[in-house]
């Protein structure tokens, strides 16, 4: 970061909220991934918004960070400033029926509050370990739900205008694994979700059933981000994986879980270069299988991972 913006940085947060040379491995579920040059740590909305209008101006690179649970970064790291979005901006408030949360708000902590409230809606998300800002952004789903069921509206900081926009949950154009959000380059700040009275002992059930689930079928023990493809229509990408003959695919130790073909996983010190080599074969050999072109769900950041 050159000194006239780190002057500038000063001016919104302390020294103490600064990082330099920060392993990303750190910041991501995959625990994989090279040095960040800084990582800024706003302490609240207000700080959060005054970085984001500071990098808006600037011509260096910046990236908003929340929990890393569907990021791998290079090995190289990134060459550039990571904001991230922590517990600092993580407040949850239960009004009836609605839930007002901040961006770095995890996922799993709102459902269970949810729960708590007897409110129906989120136990989709109860195992998801994101927070509420990539979600939305991904529109984040599972087991036949989706952020765009529960989004009311988001409030956001739109980089062009450098403004603060609400905007409702209609006009988010959600669509598999996307959203407004994305396309636009938006960063949410919070969100309002709407869910629906329930009963407690079945919105806890449920919620454990999904676990279950989870551990079931998914390889939880290992880190990873999650589904590493998208699923295309008509198909599963983790069978069409497994009837290419790829599970339990290695490179390093990277691996295609055994558990389920649709996870890509750490087995122990994976490189990004493991990880990103790994998914251009496995993109490959299905494509040659089968005709389909797997794309990848987990977003790349830094060098070297171009497909």
């Not at 069921?149 to 926009?165: W, Y």
């Not at 699923?231 to 003959?245: H, N, Q, S, T, V």
Request: glycine share 10%.
């Amino acid at each position: 970061m050159k000194e006239s913006l780190r002057t500038k940085v000063l001016a919104i947060i302390s020294e103490d909220q600064i990082l330099y040379n920060e392993p990303m491995s750190l910041h991501t579920t995959f625990r994989v991934g090279g040095m960040a040059d800084t990582v800024l740590i706003p302490g609240n909305e207000k700080e959060a918004v005054a970085l984001l209008r500071l990098f808006s101006d600037c011509k260096e690179p910046w990236f908003v960070l929340g929990n890393g649970s569907n990021l791998l970064v290079s090995d190289k790291g990134y060459r550039g400033t990571v904001i991230w979005i922590d517990h600092n901006l993580s407040e949850i408030t239960i009004d009836d029926d609605k839930i007002r949360a901040d961006a770095g708000a995890l996922l799993v902590k709102i459902a269970s509050l949810a729960a708590e409230a007897s409110q129906s809606g989120m136990e989709f998300a109860s195992g998801i370990p994101g927070t509420l800002g990539g979600a939305i952004a991904m529109n984040a789903g599972a087991y036949g739900g989706e952020m765009k069921d529960i989004v009311e509206s988001a409030r956001i900081f739109n980089p062009e205008t450098k403004q603060c926009e609400e905007i409702a949950g209609k006009d988010l154009c959600f669509s598999y694994r996307n959203s407004l959000i994305r396309q636009k380059g938006y960063v949410v700040l919070s969100a309002t979700l709407k869910l629906a009275k329930g009963d407690p002992v079945s919105i806890r059930s449920r919620m454990a059933e999904l676990k279950e689930a989870r551990t079931q079928k998914q390889p939880l023990e290992f880190p990873s981000a999650g589904s590493t493809f998208k699923r295309p229509e008509g198909y599963f990408a983790g069978k069409l994986i497994d009837d290419a003959g790829l599970r339990g695919y290695r490179v390093g130790d990277a691996q295609v879980s055994e558990k389920h073909a649709g996870f890509v996983i750490n087995t122990g010190r994976a490189t990004a270069e493991d990880v990103i080599t790994l998914i251009r074969n496995v993109r490959k050999e299905v494509y040659e299988k089968s005709g389909i072109l797997l794309e990848p769900e987990v977003c790349m950041l830094g060098e070297g991972l171009e497909l």
